[in-house]
T-cell receptor, first 115, second 112 residues
């Protein structure tokens, strides 16, 4: 049981390049989400999915695309990277804790730098 | 729009002393979470608070929730160096499924 796996851990891009951040979970969680973390800003929700084939926008969706073709995978695509997208990205998924509450489990993070 | 405020944003603590940090939120909520983050690491779940008056304790940390005041507190008893980290609270607005809105985090530093 690997939990939530993100790749790559580090990436440097040039402005205008595209790339995909991968996220996979092996816990059969229906809910998956992407957050970005910037200094002094906390975490902000980019996109989320409540199940395969269903995605929706979060607080800061511009410049990012997602898809959810399987329960396990939720990739985040940057179509044309901009320096403002320099950040640490976290993928998260839900499981139900012993109390019945939905506790988000986070991946290790992907640090992206756009030059 | 749900706003989550944490204060203070930075707290220098002396070993052995007690401290309390706060999390305020602006709308009704289904759940409130506390997470811990060490530098360069991911977020680790500490507590989930589901109802008014809920209190959870783990070691030197105790979290409570007052839904009427829209306030959660995290109390630290006899601070130790291992508690140095950034602590986030996150709130799920009523009816918003699992969409968490995070505060900006409070960085705690424990000095001898």
């Amino acid at each position: 049981n690997a939990g939530v796996t993100q790749t790559p851990k580090f990436q440097v891009l040039k402005t205008g390049q595209s790339m995909t951040l991968q996220c996979a979970q092996d816990m059969n969680h229906e809910y998956m989400s992407w957050y970005r973390q910037d200094p002094g800003m906390g975490l902000r929700l980019i996109h989320y999915s409540v199940g395969a084939g269903i995605t929706d926008q979060g607080e800061v969706p511009n410049g990012y695309n997602v898809s959810r073709s399987t329960t396990e995978d939720f990739p985040l695509r940057l179509l044309s990277a901009a320096p403002s997208q320099t950040s640490v990205y976290f993928c998260a998924s839900n499981h139900r804790g012993t109390t019945g509450a939905n506790v988000l489990t986070f991946g290790a993070g992907s640090r992206l730098t756009v030059l | 729009e749900l706003k989550v405020e944490q204060n203070p944003l930075f707290l220098s603590m002396q070993e052995g002393k007690n401290y309390t940090i706060y999390c305020n939120y602006s709308t009704t909520s289904d759940r409130l979470y506390w997470y811990r983050q060490d530098p360069g690491k991911s977020l680790e779940s500490l507590f989930v608070l589901l109802s008014n008056g809920a209190v959870k304790q783990e070691g030197r940390l105790m979290a409570s929730l007052d839904t009427k005041a829209r306030l959660s507190t995290l109390h630290i008893t006899a601070a130790v160096h291992d508690l140095s980290a950034t602590y986030f609270c996150a709130v799920v607005r009523t009816g918003a499924n699992s969409k968490l809105t995070f505060g900006k985090g409070i960085t705690l530093s424990v000095r001898p």
